[in-house]
T-cell receptor, first 113, second 113 residues
Framework: DGGITQSPKYLFRKEGQNVTLSCEQN?????MYWYRQDPGQGLRLIYY???????QKGDIAEGYSVSREKKESFPLTVTSAQKNPTAFYLC????????????FGPGTRLTVT | QKEVEQDPGPLSVPEGAIVSLNCTYS??????FMWYRQYSRKGPELLMY????GNKEDGRFTAQVDKSSKYISLFIRDSQPSDSATYLC?????????????FGRGTSLIVHP
């Protein structure tokens, strides 16, 4: 089955700890994205990557970091510098950077206390 | 003013009703228009994808784009309780070689038996 996987589904961390969220896709898509979703706020773009070893900041990149060492993988690290990290995080991919049709993973709910 | 406006609802309708979901936007450069369905605690699922103005139909779903009014709609015929979800509109245009979509905040739809 082709698709996007995110793990884990739920993640709990203590304040001050860095945490890495996994995103893997087997759709052979070039572009990958990370969004944050908060209640009533819609989707906000954190980072995106159009090709391997290259990525750009989105609207709310502060306190986050990413890497794109393989086409299939785009992990997101939520650092201790992120002031309000508790949220629902969604990974998406599209066939190319010019492809507007994004396909989403199931999401990871991160809770930081 | 946000680039994409979407009434958060909730919109409550009886089973079998025709549902109309709408978004307005301010950026006349938008060329690609999408509708996503998101069930609670899941990732968004692409429902409809339209380029420029006009209508597109897929089963019980019809997407309509009116670029002159900067207004897009999603119609759901013969609505079912399983259609209860949040519906997100998204739209994009070429910007620096990529087509990163801008999302509305989503409309919560409840279809009651």
């Amino acid at each position: 089955d082709g698709g996007i996987t995110q793990s884990p589904k739920y993640l709990f961390r203590k304040e001050g700890q860095n945490v890495t969220l996994s995103c893997e896709q087997n759709l052979n898509h070039d572009a990958m994205y990370w969004y944050r979703q908060d209640p009533g706020q819609g989707l906000r773009l954190i980072y995106y990557s159009q090709i391997v070893n290259d990525f750009q900041k989105g609207d709310i990149a502060e306190g986050y970091s990413v890497s794109r060492e393989k086409k299939e993988s785009f992990p997101l690290t939520v650092t201790s510098a992120q002031k309000n990290p508790t949220a629902f995080y969604l990974c998406a991919s599209s066939i190319a950077a010019g492809g507007s049709e994004q396909y989403f993973g199931p999401g990871t709910r991160l809770t930081v206390t | 003013q946000k680039e994409v406006e979407q009434d958060p609802g909730p919109l409550s309708v009886p089973e079998g009703a025709i549902v109309s979901l709408n978004c307005t936007y301010s950026n006349s450069a938008f060329q690609y228009f999408m509708w996503y369905r998101q069930y609670s605690r899941k990732g968004p699922e692409l429902l409809m994808y339209t380029y420029s103005s006009g209508n597109k139909e897929d089963g019980r779903f019809t997407a309509q784009v009116d670029k002159s009014s900067k207004y897009i709609s999603l119609f759901i015929r013969d609505s079912q309780p399983s259609d209860s979800a949040t519906y997100l509109c998204a739209m994009s245009h070429a910007s620096g070689g990529s087509y990163i979509p801008t999302f509305g905040r989503g409309t919560s739809l409840i279809v009651h038996p």
